[in-house]
């Protein structure tokens, strides 16, 4: 199974940028995951990284370095919306996915 | 339909009644998943199924069975219910196997058992 740790909360200011941390331990990891879910809904997919490197979306970006199990989300250009959840998951093997506890990000005007 | 959804939004329940929690998927997924979320814990995978016919079990499937009858359903049932099983319920659907494959969640049920 894998120990997947992410910060518990973060807090920045509207515009700003904010990075989320993951790490992971794996025994055979096959992709790691990131979901923003708002409170009171579902998780929705944000990004998919595994090989190593930056994917970029927009606002959003994540890297991925499978020698450190080590991952980040980049936000930028905070908007209030913004303000939700979001969570780590790694898959090892083809179908399951373990998540992290989640990091909750308040955006302040 | 579109996506995934699920029945009942929220339900309490008494302990020792049996429920069954409703999932149902129109993207003709083959795999299906339910996981439990709890404060401080995150998403926890209680069963999945990889086709219909077939079901494993997750990270905490006791006290949880499902079945896989058709693509489209996978219900999961409690068989009598305890105030720990008390949780949102997430299912969740990918089309198959393999390393880009994202799982999409239905919008959950809010479980209490008292």
């Known amino acids: 199974g894998q120990n997947i740790d992410q910060p518990t909360e973060m807090t920045a200011t509207e515009g700003a940028i904010v990075q989320i941390n993951c790490t992971y331990q794996?025994?055979?990891?096959?992709?790691l995951f990131w979901y923003q879910q708002h409170a009171g809904e579902a998780p929705t997919f944000l990004s998919y990284?595994?090989?190593?490197g930056l994917e970029e979306k927009g606002r959003f970006s994540s890297f991925l370095s499978r020698s450190k199990g080590y991952s980040y989300l980049l936000l930028k250009e905070l908007q209030m919306k913004d303000s939700a959840s979001y969570l780590c998951?790694?898959?090892?093997?083809?179908?399951?996915?373990?998540f992290g506890a989640g990091t909750t990000v308040t955006v302040r005007a | 339909i579109a996506g995934i959804t699920q029945a009942p939004t929220s339900q309490i329940l008494a302990a020792g009644r049996r429920m069954t929690l409703r999932c149902t998927q129109d993207m003709r997924h083959n795999a299906m998943y339910w996981y439990r979320q709890d404060l401080g814990l995150g998403l926890r995978l209680i069963h999945y199924?990889?086709?219909?016919?077939?079901?494993g079990k997750g990270e905490v499937p006791d006290g949880y069975s499902v079945s896989r009858a058709n693509t489209d359903d996978f219900p999961l049932t409690l068989a009598s219910a305890v105030p720990s099983q008390t949780s949102v319920y997430f299912c969740?659907?990918?089309?198959?196997?393999?390393?880009?494959?994202?799982?999409?969640f239905g919008p959950g049920t809010r479980l209490t058992v008292l």
């Open positions: 199924s990889n086709t219909a016919g077939t079901t």
């Open positions: 990284n595994v090989l190593d």
């Open positions: 969740a659907s990918s089309a198959s196997g393999g390393a880009t494959d994202t799982q999409y």
């Open positions: 998951a790694v898959r090892e093997g083809d179908y399951k996915l373990s």
């Open positions: 794996t025994s055979g990891f096959n992709g």
